[in-house]
């Protein structure tokens, strides 16, 4: 079993450094947490040129300019020119592997809470269905949009199961209280605060913006039966879902949001009230 390189701490689920190549557990994985030497000096060679990098000897030692040819910046309509393009959004097959457990074991916990013997799932099969369904809407659109955020600001993003959450979202599984939080989409990179918010954002408007499609179907369609259990139920767990991780305080995305933008986290904040209030007081099965 591998061990973090800067905690020592035993871990299951080992990230490697893509500057050092060192073993981290998820807490250090990023290069600022575990002090990562070579993502330093990548850093200091930013915001330095030859000239100005810091020399220890300063004072005694001369320092000799070099002339350097100044790079030759093609124009658009020169033929090697080529067009900066957005990294793709691909899957490794980890990823794969990592987002296909995770949103077993979120079904599982949610076909527990609403199914509570096995014999009501053989009984209910179209109902089980639409559980299925709901869940998998609850969770899967959410982390993609986080992945897909972080990769168009030119960031690396793969969603891995994380150790202890994965591990409560079994146990919910099997007992009364219900918590799902099997894992987490990873990013790496250089970014900041705004950068760090848009991707956290993109999970909760995500939410949002099915819940808000679930209700338009569920008013403006004489909807009956098993399908109008559908659109309430994923109504609702949208919001609660949506609303929870809008909460201010790390690491769910609401803490993320509102240090970049606190009138925005407000104002989305408050769709999600209005939409629990509405839910409590008219929407019926």
């Known amino acids: 079993m591998p061990y973090c390189q800067y905690c020592g701490k035993e871990i299951y689920l080992p990230f490697r450094c893509k500057y050092c190549g060192g073993i981290f557990c998820s807490e250090h994985r990023l290069p600022e947490n575990h002090e990562c030497p070579e993502f330093k000096k990548g850093e200091l060679s930013k915001h330095f040129t030859f000239e100005e990098q810091p020399s220890e000897d300063i004072e005694t030692e001369e320092v000799y300019e070099i002339p350097v040819k100044p790079r030759r910046t093609l124009e658009p309509w020169h033929p090697k020119f080529e067009i900066p393009r957005k990294p793709r959004h691909v899957f490794t097959k980890t990823e794969i592997i990592h987002l296909t457990i995770g949103t077993l074991l979120v079904v599982l916990v949610g076909l527990s809470y609403f199914f509570r013997t096995p014999n009501i799932l053989a009984k209910y099969p179209l109902l089980t269905l639409a559980f299925t369904l709901i869940f998998i809407l609850i969770f899967l659109p959410h982390e993609l949009a986080h992945k897909f955020t972080a990769q168009r600001y030119g960031l690396l993003a793969e969603f891995r199961l994380l150790e202890w959450g994965a591990i409560i979202t079994l146990i919910s599984i099997f ?73 201010p305080m790390p690491p769910l995305d609401g803490s993320k949001i509102i240090r970049w933008k606190t009138r925005l986290w407000v104002l989305v904040f408050s769709l999600f009230i209005g939409f629990l209030i509405m839910d409590i007081l008219f929407l019926t099965f």
């Not at 099997?182 to 819940?211: C, F, Q, R």
């Not at 009956?224 to 949506?242: A, C, Q, R, S, W």
């Open 175 to 247: 007992s009364p209280f219900k918590l799902i939080a099997p894992g987490a989409v990873i990013i790496s990179g250089s970014h900041d605060y705004e950068t760090l918010g848009k991707v956290a954002l993109a999970g909760p408007l995500t939410n949002l913006a099915i819940a808000i499609a679930l209700l338009a179907t569920y008013l403006l369609l004489p909807i009956t039966g098993v399908f109008k259990v559908f659109l309430v139920i994923g109504f609702e767990l949208n919001v609660i879902l949506g609303l929870f991780n809008m909460l």
